[in-house]
């Protein structure tokens, strides 16, 4: 499933137009983003955890030729599902 067909599902289910719904789900996404991109944790209660990870720069290989190579640090988002999340994926 794809923005696009959420976004028409949840319409649907709630009678609202897709711009709406559309206009709701970029703002709660844009708010996750930029609450991350500032080191700040968004949790979800029952849905998860979004936050930012910080990698350390490390030594690689390059697969084709096997030469070392530096990889630079850099920040990740990560994501932990919660409990109620992780039991209705089980099916629990």
Sequence with gaps: MNKGELV???????????KQVDEIVTALLDEIKGQVAKGEK???????????????GRTGRNPR???EIQI?????????????????????
Excluded: H, L, N
Excluded at 72 to 92: M, N, T
């Design 8 to 18: 028409a599902k949840i319409a649907d289910e709630q009678g609202m137009s897709q």
């Design 42 to 56: 968004v949790t979800i209660t029952g849905f998860g955890t979004y936050s930012k990870k910080d990698r350390k």
């Design 65 to 67: 030729t096997g030469e």
């Design 72 to 92: 630079p640090a850099s920040s990740v988002p990560a994501f932990s599902a919660g409990k109620q999340f992780k039991d209705f994926v089980k099916g629990k």
